[in-house]
């Protein structure tokens, strides 16, 4: 890219999210606390987020200095993402003129192709490996696959969230591990903003809690989550609380259907909840449990170890990568561990001060930050 635009600034358009701000989902946390800071970091560049009609109001807006377009999709989990992704690139190529698109996940990654014989520059942040979600069917994990595969060969750059995700990358495409690089997820977000006291009683009032005694868990209400693992262990546990289960399903199927029918006195489901509440949420309690069987990098996880909760983790790659203690984790599916872990003291899980310090500097925002700027600027001389 010419000298002369770097300097007067270019134009990115990003996609593959729902849409932000306050959209559930990683992958949307993940591009409400960025990009804000690469507008700052870089004010000559315009930054447009291309959201999806179904999660925004708004035809257009604007948010911390980024234009926040809204695009439609078709209906239905196995064309949403895929349709708003086709409907951006164009978008991005006949009305902005956009020099660089930045595709978040290995679905929209499908338009990568496309994007290049448009004459853009494209970054390809991988977040998950989603061809192993339970929620897609055998057809729909083969397009993923094909997916990935169009990221890795025509992106001009790949952001791997996680250090495993990063490295499986390169010993699988080994002719192309100079253009595949780790930049984590940040956690520090969650401890901006502290929450008055009054607003902590309204929300454990709301659900019915008592601070120090429930265990919470968050995130979307699909398989993968492994939210029926925690349920089934909570329930045969000696825990006397509760479990709130703070999330929703992006389209109510079967899955998310028979965990809402648990719904008790002693099971919460919050449905999706604001950051401030989650916050509050995550600081009450007695216990944060991710139970997952796939995770990219676990914002959740980054989240509540970053507010002081004790944490509980299935002990899968991207969950082992935050490199906690032994304890700190249990077998992926094992029920019967889970539920011992639970009835044991929860204080057993909890980080010292040093060690959550140690943790969150490896994950912050604005480093997060200056690498992928580090990442634009090679493409751009490229």
């Known amino acids: 890219m010419a000298a002369?635009?770097?300097?007067?600034?270019?134009?990115?358009?990003?996609?593959?999210?729902?849409?932000?701000?306050?959209?559930?989902?990683?992958?949307?946390?993940?591009?409400?606390?960025?990009?804000p800071l690469m507008k700052e970091r870089r004010p000559n560049d315009?930054?447009?987020?291309?959201?999806?009609?179904?999660?925004?109001?708004?035809?257009?807006?604007?948010?911390?200095?980024?234009?926040?377009?809204?695009?439609?999709?078709?209906?239905?989990?196995?064309?949403?993402?895929?349709?708003?992704?086709?409907?951006?690139?164009?978008?991005?190529?006949?009305?902005?003129?956009?020099?660089?698109?930045?595709?978040?996940?290995?679905?929209?990654?499908?338009m990568a192709p496309v994007a290049k014989a448009l004459g853009m520059k494209v970054i390809v942040t991988y977040h998950s490996?989603?061809?192993?979600?339970?929620?897609?069917?055998?057809?729909?994990?083969?397009?993923?696959?094909?997916?990935?595969?169009?990221?890795?060969?025509?992106?001009?750059?790949?952001?791997?969230?996680?250090?495993?995700?990063?490295?499986?990358?390169k010993t699988r495409f080994r002719w192309a591990a100079d253009k595949i690089h780790f930049i984590p997820n940040g956690a520090n977000h969650i401890v901006v903003d502290q929450v008055e006291p009054e607003i902590d009683e309204t929300v454990l009032q709301k659900y019915g809690l008592e601070r120090g005694n429930y265990i919470v868990s968050v995130g979307r209400l699909v398989p993968e989550k492994g939210f029926h693992d925690l349920l089934a262990a909570f329930c045969r546990s000696s825990f006397p609380g509760k479990l709130v289960i703070a999330g929703d399903a992006d389209h109510r199927g079967r899955y998310s259907q028979r965990l809402l029918e648990?719904?008790?006195?002693?099971?919460?489901?919050?449905?999706?909840?604001?950051?401030?509440?989650?916050?509050?949420?995550?600081?009450?309690?007695?216990?944060?449990?991710?139970?997952?069987?796939?995770?990219?990098?676990?914002?959740?996880?980054?989240?509540?170890?970053?507010i002081g909760a004790p944490v509980l983790l299935s002990d899968i790659e991207a969950n082992?990568?935050?490199?906690?203690?032994?304890?700190n984790y249990f077998k992926v599916g094992d029920v019967d561990q889970l539920r011992s872990k639970i009835s044991q003291d929860h204080e057993h899980y909890r980080l010292s001060h040093s060690e959550r310090?140690?943790?969150?500097?490896?994950?912050?925002?604005?480093?997060?930050?200056?690498?992928?700027?580090?990442?634009?600027s090679t493409v751009e001389r490229g």
């Open 262 to 306: 648990k719904a008790d006195h002693r099971v919460v489901f919050t449905g999706f909840v604001s950051k401030d509440l989650v916050r509050v949420l995550l600081a009450k309690s007695s216990l944060f449990v991710l139970p997952s069987y796939n995770e990219g990098l676990p914002i959740a996880a980054l989240e509540a170890i970053a």
């Open 320 to 327: 082992l990568d935050l490199g906690l203690a032994p304890g």
């Open 129 to 169: 490996k989603n061809y192993e979600h339970d929620k897609w069917n055998r057809v729909a994990k083969l397009i993923l696959r094909i997916g990935e595969l169009l990221a890795v060969v025509f992106a001009d750059r790949i952001i791997a969230v996680s250090r495993s995700l990063a490295r499986d990358l």
């Open 357 to 376: 310090s140690s943790l969150l500097s490896q994950y912050d925002w604005r480093a997060v930050c200056i690498e992928t700027d580090k990442l634009y």
């Open 4 to 35: 002369d635009m770097v300097e007067s600034g270019i134009k990115v358009c990003v996609l593959g999210l729902r849409g932000l701000p306050d959209v559930m989902g990683g992958v949307e946390m993940h591009c409400e606390q960025l990009f």
């Open 46 to 110: 315009t930054f447009i987020i291309i959201g999806r009609k179904a999660y925004l109001a708004s035809r257009s807006s604007e948010y911390c200095g980024l234009k926040i377009i809204t695009l439609p999709h078709a209906g239905g989990k196995y064309f949403e993402a895929i349709s708003n992704t086709a409907y951006g690139v164009a978008y991005a190529w006949v009305m902005l003129r956009s020099d660089l698109l930045h595709l978040h996940g290995i679905g929209p990654s499908l």
